[in-house]
């Protein structure tokens, strides 16, 4: 009725009266599908080190019964990956920059299929070590490549929906390694853990088969100078030809191609593999890379020292001292575990883009501190009591759920999230593995002393620990940490430098950007930053 009615004032001559519809803001832009296809099989990868985590917790029972292993043992076999997996996120920048974005994804799933088989068919404790090295190199590359991936392919309007795939697709990871650890428990002794490493192996088959339907990253196409190649995917990728238009632009900038320059194929001027990186990101960084860096590696320690792998490889220990006995119990409880991970990743990532960043972060946080708190009180109380204390066992249990729960609704996603979209692209694929090698060093660390941790301060101080320590976390990002909800990637150096200090940036950004004469932007609603040229 209101286009008829606008019709015809139109034919009479009429001025047109505008309907309250007429002044609500635009529409937020649809999802784009295909990026959103890309992204999912580009975190595919990162189901291989989530189901490693999650086999791993309940095979090292059986592991340590058939080999007969010490616990100093299995806390080297639990954790060890972690560090070997070093190797391979050092490697993943300056592979990723030569060969591209897409075949680090194929090398990744192909080093971690070795790995699975040979740990599938390990005869003894030596053999099974070197199994874990070769898929802790597969998992180091996989780890910093999924999210450099998706986040250079993602529209800014679902940047952060879609980064969050990776963490999503760990949490699955570890779900599918809690229920084949149940679902292989019932098999002979030295048949049953072979089977529930073996299979992991399998997720890398269908990796190398989805690589094929993904186009390579446009930022990697413009580094090469092919800037028609680069286009075509931006145009799929993004949610308006302007988008599109106005990504490209940022990523010409910042490979200092010439702005009048349209050819498919451009010169670029070489660049080295890495060497000049190192020295503006390490050596001599500016006030903005600084606070890049310590903002990147602070998430990643934090996200790991809080304790979140010795939650989840040591579940089924944490459970038998809250007083679940019964392997078969243990394991059980351990896909309750899983199963609250992975709803609440999935939670997080329709949160991400309409929260943002922080709030999420600090929330998720504050919910770790506190449930950390709770489960190293209740578990005190058990372990000094004579008798079993029901209140106390039901509350250590609880708050093992809602630990994991909040965990996974902020901290978990967030990490990788953010990371992955505040390094400059010059510099982003060497900062990205900087931040996985101090996630993995944490983890790598955590997770082969926490049983001689807990044996030294018992298990509940242990818990206590991990709170304060979120505690510091907490501090940090609410001092540290911009919001870069809506932010392009390629300006994100403005909002940086500032250190604690940066709400001020944040204001002249938003003063800056933001039209006076327009009531909607190009990003549904959140501010866009255009390059840091325009400053």
């Known amino acids: 009725m209101a286009d008829r009615r606008a019709e015809e004032n139109a034919v009479s001559g009429q001025p047109t009266q505008k ?23 580009a975190s ?3 189901i291989l080190l989530g189901y490693d985590i999650g086999v791993m917790s309940g095979a090292a029972i059986f592991i340590k019964d058939d080999l007969k292993i010490s616990d100093v043992q299995v806390e080297v076999l639990m954790g060890i990956l972690n560090l070997y997996s070093l ?12 060969i591209g974005r897409r075949y680090t994804i194929v090398l990744a799933g192909a080093i971690f299929f070795a790995g699975a088989l040979l740990m599938g068919f390990a005869t003894n404790y030596s053999f099974l070590m070197f199994g874990r090295f070769v898929a802790g190199i597969g998992v180091g590359y996989a780890l910093m490549i999924a999210p450099v991936y998706t986040a250079e392919v993602s529209p800014a309007s679902s940047r952060g929906f879609l ?27 030295n048949l049953g853990w072979r089977l529930m490493l073996g299979v992991g192996a399998i997720p890398s088959i269908f990796l190398a088969i989805g690589v094929l339907a993904m186009p390579e990253s446009p930022r990697w196409l413009v580094m090469q100078g092919r800037l028609g190649d680069a286009k075509i995917v931006l145009d799929r990728t993004s ?21 009048h320059c349209n050819d498919d194929i ?5 660049r080295s593999h890495g060497e000049d990186v190192w020295k503006e990101l390490i050596l001599h960084p500016t006030p903005a890379v600084r606070h890049i860096l310590i ?3 602070g998430i990643h320690f934090f996200q790991q020292a809080s304790g979140i792998d010795a939650v989840v490889l040591y579940s089924p220990r944490i459970f038998k001292y809250a007083g679940i006995t019964s392997k078969n119990k243990l394991l059980l409880a351990t896909i309750a575990v899983g199963s609250v991970k992975t709803i609440f990743i999935l939670v997080a990532t329709f949160l991400l883009d309409r929260i943002g960043r922080r709030p999420l972060l600090l929330s998720s946080m504050a919910g770790m501190i506190a449930s950390l708190a709770c489960l190293g009180f209740g578990l005190t109380i058990v372990v000094h009591s004579d008798e079993k204390v029901m209140w106390a066992v039901v509350l250590s249990i609880t708050m093992v759920l809602v630990y994991v ?15 992955s979209e505040i390094f400059p692209l010059k510099l982003r694929a060497q900062g990205c593995s900087i931040g996985v090698a101090v996630n993995r060093v944490v983890s790598g660390t955590l997770s082969m002393t926490f049983i001689s941790l807990y044996e030294a301060i018992t298990i509940g101080g242990a818990f206590f620990l991990f709170a304060g320590i979120a505690a510091v976390g907490w501090v940090f990002f609410y001092t540290m940490l911009p919001e870069t909800q809506g932010r392009t990637l390629e300006d994100m150096e403005v909002l940086f430098g500032k250190f604690h200090k940066w709400k001020k940036a944040n204001a002249l950004l938003r003063n800056k950007r933001v039209d006076p004469n327009s009531n909607d932007t190009a990003n549904g609603g959140q501010v866009q930053l255009g390059t840091k040229g325009q400053e």
Do not use: H
């Open 19 to 41: 309907a309250i519809a007429d002044f609500d803001p635009a529409p937020k832009p649809k999802r784009n599908k295909y990026a959103f296809a890309c992204a999912m099989l």
């Open 44 to 46: 595919m990868t990162s």
């Open 87 to 98: 190797i391979g996120s050092a490697a993943a920048g300056r592979t990723s920059d030569w």
């Open 163 to 189: 980064t969050s795939f990776p963490e999503v697709f760990i949490n699955a990871g570890i779900l599918l390694g809690y229920i084949s650890n149940w679902a292989f428990s019932e098999l002979a002794l």
């Open 239 to 259: 949610d308006s030809m302007e988008e599109s238009k106005l990504r490209l632009a940022d990523i010409k900038e910042a490979a200092g191609i010439p702005e």
């Open 266 to 270: 451009v010169q670029v001027a070489k």
């Open 295 to 297: 903002a990147a590696v």
């Open 405 to 419: 729960a909040f965990f996974s609704i902020g901290m978990g996603p967030i990490t990788w999230v953010y990371s």
